[in-house]
């Protein structure tokens, strides 16, 4: 099948003020944070891939530049065969109501003074040239379907009279409500109860076949990526290390870094504890990321030609890449 999206050689590089001392020694004023460093990979028509790993690694920015959030430095976007990277703001409009996102923090994505309903009708009220009653209609069948009931009663609440769950609801309406194709879920479920979590997943599963959606769904919670994507990538300081199916990269991991994240994963029977450890040690800083394989200092099977060279993306089994030079 086709790639919905498709990402090549994208980069991101952020700019930021080096401190007066690396200004004085290393003689340079400014640096970059490589927070995506030259990724590639496609999320077919109808799939959930997954984007996990550790605090910095890149995934959020690697969803904003998806959706055009954010300009990358260079690099390519496809969305249906058509190149983001080249499109102007205006051109951008077209695009942008089939591509949503949901932040993880339904509050701070929710603005206190408008109602729920106007919340939710409020990308028809830009995208479209549907009427007041039309928008609210439609609003309140989706606020139904995303178990915002009743619907005439909580339509005129502000976000604070809701629950939390309520709240992550109300986002997710409103991404849905202009009938997107693309939706990056970022952390969708990260601030929720532990009770919240699993309703709230399971109701972006139902979602997700109900309006043909394919998800970009980012988390650094593999057991949550393990439930509801077809296939998952890992992330480590910018750069994708490891790809593929979800049922393969969990029962194979090739990468020492994704076994290692595995390791970290409860487990409910302890006869079934991986032996892999925890990664030692910080993540390196994304400004001067170590030569070779950024996972190298940390890896406990790292020998000197890790340290040598970016390790190339090969295919481990059918649909299974990996980033190790080590079998
Ligand atoms: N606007 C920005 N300006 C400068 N640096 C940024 C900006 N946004 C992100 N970064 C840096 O880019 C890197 C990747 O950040 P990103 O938010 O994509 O990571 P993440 O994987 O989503 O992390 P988390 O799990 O904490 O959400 C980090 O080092 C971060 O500090
Ligand atoms: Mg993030």
New binding site residues.
């Given amino acids: 099948m086709e790639d919905l999206i498709r990402v090549e050689n994208l980069r991101k590089e952020?700019p930021?003020q080096k401190s007066f001392l690396d200004q004085l020694f290393a003689g340079k004023e400014k640096g970059f944070?490589h927070?995506v460093d030259d990724v590639t990979f496609g999320i077919k028509k109808g799939e959930v891939l997954g984007l996990a790993?550790?605090?910095?690694?890149?995934?959020?920015?690697?969803g904003r530049l998806l959706i055009r959030l954010l300009d990358p430095t260079s690099g390519n976007i496809y969305f249906d065969g058509e190149n983001l990277a080249d499109k102007s703001p205006k051109e951008m409009q077209t695009f942008r109501s089939k591509m949503q996102v949901v932040f993880q923090d339904p509050n701070s994505s929710l603005s206190p003074r408008m109602r729920v309903g106007d919340a939710i009708g409020h990308p028809l009220k830009i995208h479209t040239d549907l009427g007041v009653e039309e928008r609210k209609r439609k609003v309140m069948e989706l606020m139904e379907r995303v178990g915002l009931s009743p619907a005439e009663f909580l339509y005129y609440k502000y976000p604070h009279q809701l629950s939390g769950g309520q709240s992550q609801r109300v986002v997710l309406a409103r991404a849905l409500v202009t009938n997107p194709e693309f939706v990056v879920a970022d952390?969708p479920i990260a601030m929720a109860d532990v009770s919240v979590r699993a309703m709230i997943l399971e109701l972006m599963k139902e979602l997700k076949e109900e309006f043909d959606l394919t998800y970009l769904f980012?988390t650094?919670d593999l057991s949550t990526a393990k439930y509801i994507c077809d296939r998952i990538a890992i992330?480590y300081l910018?750069r994708i290390v490891e790809i593929g199916n979800t049922r393969e990269l969990f029962d194979h991991p090739h990468h020492p870094y994704t076994k290692a994240l595995l390791a970290a994963v409860p487990v409910p029977d302890p006869t079934q504890r991986r032996t892999e450890e925890i990664p030692r040690g910080e993540i390196p800083s994304?400004i001067d990321p170590p030569a070779g394989c950024h996972f190298h200092p940390r890896c406990r099977y790292a020998t000197e030609a890790c340290s040598k060279g970016r390790p190339p993306m090969r295919e481990v089994s059918p649909g299974h890449f990996s980033a190790c030079i080590l079998d």
């Fill in positions: 952020f930021v944070v927070a790993g550790e605090s910095g690694s890149g995934k959020s920015t690697t952390e980012v650094h992330m910018g994304a």
